[in-house]
Structure formats: C-alpha cells, structure tokens
Nanobody
Framework: VQLQASGGGLVQPGGSLRLSCAAS????????MGWYRQAPGKQRELVAA???????NYADSVKDRFTISKDNVKNTVYLQMNSLKPEDTAVYYC?????????WGKGTLVTVSS
C-alpha cells in the first residue's frame, strides 16, 4: 500500500494551501484517512481525519480553518488549509487505515512564514 501526498510548500500567514493524498496498491479501500503533522521538536499530532461514512475529526487548533474531505472512488483525501498561521508550520503526513492496519505516506513540508 502506498500513500502519495502532495501540495505542501511555502505560504504567507493568512494564506491557503491544499494537500492531497492518494492511496494505492490495495484492493481494499481505506476505512479512514487523515492527516498528522510534526513540528520541529514536537510530537506528531492528529490534524484531521475522515471515515468512509464522512465522519470527521479535527484538532482544536485547526477547527474552522481546515477542512478534510475524501473521494472514496479515487481513494484520495484532501486537506484544505485556510487562514494559515506560523504555528501550522510542520511536516504533514498522510495516514490511511486499511483492515485495521495503519499506513503512512512520506511527509510534505508546509511552511507558513512572511
């Protein structure tokens, strides 16, 4: 199973970015997909997650700014990030759960700086 993430980059405070992550290599669709992030010197933390039924979960720090969505046909999850803050700077990792097993993509760096 492979998770291919894209969309990171440098953005000014207040700006927006959209991350994408496509899952491939399994005949089974992920039961849930999500995004985690890890800032320098900090532990990896959940940013947002979504199940196949559309149930979502967000970290308090990103509620009302980030939106997670999922294309179940393409097995792709998206993270729309608006009103970005410098504290959102981190490596963002895509996660997928297939038959109870966790799979991780390589991280994509998001830098919020003026």
């Amino acid at each position: 199973v492979q998770l291919q993430a894209s969309g990171g980059g440098l953005v000014q405070p207040g700006g927006s970015l959209r991350l994408s992550c496509a899952a491939s290599g399994s005949i089974f669709s992920p039961n849930a997909m999500g995004w985690y992030r890890q800032a320098p010197g900090k532990q990896r933390e959940l940013v947002a997650a979504i199940t196949n039924s559309g149930h979502t979960n967000y970290a308090d720090s990103v509620k009302d700014r980030f939106t997670i969505s999922k294309d179940n046909v393409k097995n792709t999850v998206y993270l729309q990030m608006n009103s970005l803050k410098p504290e959102d700077t981190a490596v963002y990792y895509c996660n997928g759960i297939i038959l109870g097993m966790d799979y991780w993509g390589k991280g994509t760096l998001v830098t919020v700086s003026s």
